[in-house]
């Protein structure tokens, strides 16, 4: 079976959602007896904050998440991705893009072909270097695009099965130098020989790119289970608004990291309403990926109090 992951971004801290994803990529791991890795995806060095990794590892290993390797950082790994993007460089790949932010909505709006809706139209792809030149010396600093252009990847998703994309020209490296988490996230899964990659539905959709990226580097692609998200009462997706939806928070109100944990297994048809459960151990015996409800979770923090 192969080998899942975790990897929280450290701009905040974990909520019930984001611990019920963890939970279910270590159960998809464990219930194949595979490892089980963890990943801080720091990429963003501006918006990550140190208070937040060890935070996410205590609230991890308090419902008995533990990395079965070390755990790795993005931050450390730029190396790693500046190879990747000299790869697709050499192979005439990559090409700079020199428009705004606001160019390219106005670009993504205007209606273009084949491509999806939100796709980049290749506005800058076959700029000649008179043309880059003439930007270069306007001051703007590209950011750099792949040439995809509009090629169709499918992917297989455990929940969701084949999801098929046109593949426009996506950013690899960002206008401020650093690599695009697209890019991270496919060299991390290789070089930490991630098999199952288990995360948030909300990501679906960028699937199909990552499957781009990893077969022109060469890279194996791994399986994918995009779990459904963990909503509000109000039927939004969960967040700080929604009151108490931290193990911090909900620690503070008198609420253990058990009986959180009771409240996710529960959600999952693996406890009884109101159980607490001391470590996903205990859900690894009567998990079944084929029985994972397909439906959002509503979450009211305030049935826990
Ligand atoms: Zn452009």
Redesign the pocket.
Known sequence: MPTGRFAPSPTGPLHVGNLRTAVLAWLFARSGDSPFLIRIEDLDRVASREAHVQAHLDDLAALGIESDGPVVRQSLRFDRYEAALARLGAEGLLY????TRK??QA?VAAPHGPLPEGA?P????DFTPAERAAREAGGRR??W?VRAGGERVEAVDRLHGTVAAEVDDFVVRRADGAPAYQLAVVVDDHDQGVGEVVRGDDLLDTTPRQVWLARRLGLDVPAYAHVPLVLGPDGERLAKRHGAVTLADLRRRGVPAHAVLGAIAASLGLARLGSQVRSVTELVTTFDPRRLPVEPWRFDPTLLQ
Not at 96 to 99: E, F, L
Not at 122 to 125: A, E
């Open positions: 700079p893009c020199y428009c160019e390219v670009a980049y290749g506005t800058c792809r590209p950011a695009r």
